[in-house]
């Protein structure tokens, strides 16, 4: 009866750790996903930065050959405004990156608990994948890996932040309204990227 139950208890638990493994490899696509549109979108910005009024240009001249020749001259379309919509979108993207980023890593976590368990019923040489592997090896690329991530890639993203509000205020033909909603769409980036940056601390 006990070895009934045994046979059951893995079983469960094998099948729960291959689909939490499956969930935590979709995360992290999302997570390489996610970091490539930010660097896009981040891209974009510093574009429209060296060149504020080229962006609006272009955009407003595709609009008008798509609307007829007799609009070529409208500017529908402010570059200010652009540079908002940017904005945004970076900060859609990085919320859900920062979120993504400290899920995975409590999912590693998790992960590990389940492969110990699971490698207790096999003398700790089976389902050794994540964990057993990951602790003996973190000292070489894994390490220079979370360097990139938890590190440097938050310092230029800060960095990016203090770059685009210098621009912000600098720059006279940004109308003051854009000024406003910009500094508060940077403000949210910057308690976000606060708030995941103290989670990571913590997580240490």
């Not at 389940?114 to 389902?127: H, I, K, M, T």
């Not at 990951?134 to 938050?154: A, D, E, N």
Request: charge should be positive; charged fraction near 15%; glycine fraction near 4%.
């Amino acid at each position: 009866m006990t070895n009934n139950n045994n046979e059951k208890q893995l079983e469960v638990l094998s099948a729960h750790y291959s689909e939490t493994f499956f969930l935590l490899k979709s995360a992290v696509e999302r997570r390489d996903r996610l970091f490539l549109y930010m660097l896009g979108v981040t891209s974009l910005l510093l574009l429209y930065m060296s060149a504020p009024s080229a962006l609006g240009d272009w955009l407003n001249s595709f609009v008008n050959n798509q609307v007829g020749s007799a609009a070529n001259t409208t500017n529908l379309i402010e570059a200010s405004f652009i540079g908002a919509i940017l904005l945004l979108g970076l900060l859609s993207l990085s919320h859900t990156y920062f979120q993504t980023v400290l899920h995975i890593e409590r999912q590693y976590d998790y992960v590990y608990q389940l492969e110990e368990q699971l490698s207790a019923y096999f003398g700790g040489n089976a389902f050794i994948r994540e964990g057993k592997h990951y602790r003996k090896y973190k000292r070489r690329f894994s390490r220079w890996t979370k360097v990139i991530f938890w590190f440097l890639f938050p310092l230029l993203y800060l960095l990016f932040v203090v770059v685009w509000l210098i621009f912000l205020y600098r720059n006279p033909q940004i109308p003051s309204i854009y000024k406003v909603v910009d500094s508060l769409i940077m403000l949210s980036i910057l308690i976000s990227l606060g708030f995941y940056l103290l989670a990571l601390i913590k997580k240490r």
